[in-house]
């Protein structure tokens, strides 16, 4: 069954505070959450950004929630010997809970140990040489390389009995074309229902067939349409950039300097705003049928209780009739 979560932005609430929401959203019948991994906020007005690894170990111990993490292990802020760590002990302890996004990251983050920042294709070569490498821990080799990252006898001695997942984060066609020979599954944002559609059919023909795709999608509900626009416009305007320039924008007042005459009805392509709960709906709804298995659902603004309190008592129950509706549906035409 489709799986609706809630995402956890770092970025924008301290984690004491994080760990509040998405304790509310497992209350409120979100089936999953998902986490950010930033070292900075992408804008000086979001303000936070705790260390995801260690909020996941009270997060998962405080709820029945599986959860994902989108992290760049290609040997700058992370290696991928550490990340492998961190995902196996999380999978021990909390059995089929746990899943991970590898993606090429953003200098925001990743540039902060002084090493140099590769262009594009490098951080390509080096995300997949992380999957290897960590899938080649997971198995219980003792791990030598010498190629972009290397490693020297590198053995995990706690595993668990099922590796996490490794799912490619992908914004373009290409990279999902290329993404969909070695990741386990693909992780996109929100766009527009067309470019959804090409990207999702690149990663099929690159060999994703079969393969779950998940969804991160940017949302701002509120009271009103003007205040849901003006928490989007206030929260996450840097999410206009294309992804070639967020990659290489290295602090949040260069993120904020570049947005600085994005006007909050430039948004409607990269956040879906809106305080009518029957269009979020509709939005996903429309996800589930270009065939997303797991919708993560991040509201912009600060308002995160309202957020879970409204969509836990309409949204996500109006969505599991919907699928329950669609399973019948597809159930009544196989015995047909």
């Known amino acids: 069954m489709p799986k609706i979560g809630f995402h956890a932005s770092h970025e924008q609430f301290a984690p004491s505070a994080l760990l509040a929401c998405v304790k509310a959203a497992a209350k409120a019948g979100f089936s999953g959450a998902m986490s950010s991994d930033h070292f900075g906020p992408w804008s000086e007005a979001q303000g936070h950004s705790g260390f995801a690894w260690s909020w ?9 929630l599986s959860f994902g993490i989108v992290t760049t292990p290609i040997g700058l802020r992370y290696h991928p010997a550490i990340i492998a760590q961190a995902g196996a002990t999380l999978a021990e302890m909390f059995p089929g809970r746990f899943w ?3 993606g090429s990251g953003e200098a925001l983050n990743e540039r902060i140990t002084g090493l140099r920042w590769p262009a594009k294709a490098e951080r390509n ?29 590198a053995k995990l001695y706690s595993r668990p009995a099922e590796p996490p997942r490794i799912v490619a984060a992908a914004l373009t066609p290409e990279t999902a074309r290329w993404a969909a020979s070695w ?27 079969g393969k779950p795709l998940f969804l991160q999608v940017h949302l701002s509900y509120a009271a009103s349409d003007e205040q849901a626009r003006r928490n989007a416009h206030e929260q996450w305007r840097t999410n206009t950039l294309a992804g070639t320039v967020a990659a290489e924008l290295k602090l949040p007042e260069q ?17 879906r705003i809106s305080a009518d709960l029957s269009r979020h709906i509709d939005w996903i709804a429309e996800d589930l049928g270009l065939g997303f298995e797991e919708i ?16 836990g008592e309409k949204v996500l129950p109006a969505l599991a009739a919907t699928i329950a509706g669609q399973s019948t549906h597809l159930r009544d035409a196989a015995a047909g």
């Not at 993120?255 to 956040?271: H, K, N």
């Open 56 to 64: 996941l170990g009270a997060a998962m111990a405080s709820t029945d």
């Open 100 to 102: 991970m996004a590898l």
């Open 125 to 153: 070569a080096r995300l997949k040489e992380a999957a290897e490498v960590m899938r080649a821990l997971w198995a219980g080799e003792t791990v030598t390389r010498d190629g972009l990252i290397p490693v020297e006898e």
């Open 183 to 209: 990741a386990d599954g693909l992780i996109t944002i929100n766009k527009p229902v067309e470019q959804q559609r090409q990207l999702i059919e690149a990663f099929r023909e690159g060999g994703g067939e």
């Open 255 to 271: 993120f904020d300097a570049a947005t600085r005459f994005v006007r909050p009805e430039d948004l409607d392509d990269s956040v």
């Open 296 to 311: 993560y659902l991040h509201n912009v603004g600060q308002n995160q209780r309202a957020f879970i309190e409204a969509f």
